[in-house]
């Protein structure tokens, strides 16, 4: 054993960066977390060298961060998928994207939405186009989700957080963190409105970071008739990239709203939003637009 693993063996980052070793591995986990998992399209995604990526994916599962999952034997072929050991990464692939947004794209300042003009907005925007990444979540009754199915579509909105009156209080500066406010009034103009959206062809859907038990009391006080989804995990937001920030020693997803077709696709986003409730009024429209074009084929 060298001298400088020695000094660094009881060293947690140390340890862990002899498993992910550079910059290209996280870039690696990026793309898996976000549903590319087989090595051509890997490849193609990244530009590295075949040699570079399978010294990378080899190591990885010899640490048990991938597993293979063969869908051909001959040839072989695999998909690289995170073990639960890889997914216990997704915080910090999380926390890295936040932090490059934060202190290298922008001036440090701590917000909850974004300028429409800023590369942020414009990584959002990329995402039409985009599958939803094969993930399950929780429910807010402890029931798991899993977002696919070939019968609707979706209408997913992401909120800061949600705080019922006498059960959890919002971090403290809240009220003081731009786009912060408004998740009260954005869910309960959804559920206003969703017996239009089910009669749209539309699911609708809040996502928080929070633990499903910290969302329990927030759906009962504002008598919600959909659920909420727990990604306290960042199963999606590591998948999809999507914006976050940190407040109360927790990352909570920045203020936007995806619609999904059938097909598990991103067809539209709103991010940023200034004004919650008149988000929702725009969201129908586009749902309502979508069934009829749908209808007309």
Not at 206 to 235: C, I, K, M, N, Y
Not at 252 to 273: E, G, M, T
Request: net charge neutral; with cysteine.
């Amino acid at each position: 054993m060298r001298k400088s693993e020695l000094a660094n063996a009881e060293c947690g980052i140390a340890q862990a960066l002899g498993v992910l070793r550079d910059w290209r591995t996280f870039l690696v986990l990026r793309d898996i977390a976000g549903g590319t998992t087989r090595f051509d399209a890997l490849q193609r995604g990244l530009g590295v060298s075949r040699r570079v990526l399978t010294e990378r994916l080899a190591t990885l599962v010899e640490h048990d961060v991938l597993h293979r999952r063969f869908y051909s034997r001959h040839p072989p072929r695999a998909d690289y998928l995170l073990t639960p050991k890889g997914e216990a990464l997704l915080p910090i692939l999380i926390a890295l994207q936040d932090w490059g947004t934060r202190h290298v794209m922008d001036d440090g300042s701590l917000t909850a939405t974004a300028e429409p003009a800023s590369a942020e907005a414009q990584r959002v925007r990329h995402l039409v186009g985009r599958r939803l990444p094969d993930v399950l979540l929780t429910r807010h009754d402890g029931r798991p989700e899993r977002l696919h199915t070939p019968d609707s579509s979706l209408v997913l909105f992401f909120i800061p957080g949600a705080f019922a009156p006498g059960d959890a209080e919002p971090p403290s500066g809240w009220e003081d963190i731009p786009g912060a406010r408004g998740c009260t009034v954005e869910s309960t103009t959804y559920a206003t409105s969703h017996a239009d959206f089910a009669a749209a062809g539309a699911r609708v859907y809040g996502v928080s970071t929070q633990a499903p038990e910290q969302l329990t009391a927030f759906v009962a006080h504002a008598r919600l008739p959909f659920p909420l989804l727990s990604d306290e995990h960042g199963r999606l937001a590591a998948g999809l990239l999507l914006p976050t920030f940190r407040a109360g020693g927790v990352d909570r997803f920045k203020r936007l709203s995806l619609l999904v077709d059938a097909n598990a696709v991103v067809c539209s986003v709103q991010f940023p939003i200034r004004d919650p409730a008149g988000s929702v009024a725009e969201m129908l429209d586009l749902v309502r637009q979508m069934s009829r074009a749908g209808a007309g084929k």
